[in-house]
């Protein structure tokens, strides 16, 4: 027997610990709703997934893999909301219907809404710089777009609130139609610890990336070892889980059902015998050897 095989069964005979996986398949449809038809903040009620056990050194923790819908909206109950006034025109409110826009089809819609309200600007979009731009009409010498009531701001390029002095409202920054980028995991209840750059501490079980067209499907799935957190909960008979988008905003799934798929791996401690000494390995080694037929080892 060569000598590394015989160092590799001597550290599997005395090994101390012993690696064991827990798979943990969970499915929305299962779940109790605490945010209703959203399904982004569910419970999981489980019997004994993580018990008190002497024999376990640590637990951790990943996501395996992941089905999510992409089922939430661009333009959602967080972002839908804008105002406009001029100095012709007393402040209004508008409220754009949920759904996924592009540049064409939500400049369409904010005139749409604008004209019903008898506000008498015209929205434009820039291919060239894609920024949007607001145009007074006859005796408009001054416009204000707000959307401090929501974060359509964020959307259309602007700041809350926004002046001009003039008839025409160019927005500083880019229209934003990129949507949801990736779906943040949180569980309250595993006692994972991670970091955030905006909270710092934080939650976070994974984070997956979202670069797919609307009505189809996110599949993820794990192929780094290096995503495992520790569990600091020490006994688990139920999981949270919480599903956001990149600015911590519970994710509105609109009823579509997803799916997800957890390792919970523990490291038990085992009894060996007590490691032996070097002439007992010797002695062992002589003993797994097989013999010629001079007693001599091969």
Known sequence: ???DNFQETILKRYSMTEVENRLIVINSIDGIQRNSTYL?????????IL?????IISSNICVMNAQFPVSFYTINELNNVFGVSTNINLFQTFT??????????????????VTAGLIS?????SSLNGKVTLTGGVGVTSITFSSALSQFYKVIGSVFPISTGTNVLN????????????IIIKSQLLGISSFESGTNQSITLSTI???NSPFTMISYENRSNLNKLIVRARKIDAIDIQLLDEDNNKLNFNNVQWTLTLVLENIRKINRPEI????QLLQQQNELVPLNEDNTGV
């Open 40 to 48: 982004s903040d569910m419970l999981f009620n489980f019997q004994n």
């Open 96 to 113: 754009i219907p949920v759904g996924n826009y592009n540049a064409n089809t939500l400049i369409t819609k904010l005139n749409s809404l």
């Open 51 to 55: 018990t008190d056990e002497d024999d």
């Open 121 to 125: 600007v015209v929205f434009s979009f």
């Open 209 to 211: 990336p979202n670069n």
């Open 276 to 279: 032996p000494n070097f002439m």
């Open 1 to 3: 027997m060569k000598e």
């Open 171 to 182: 927005m500083p920054y880019p229209l934003n139609l990129l949507g949801v980028k990736k």
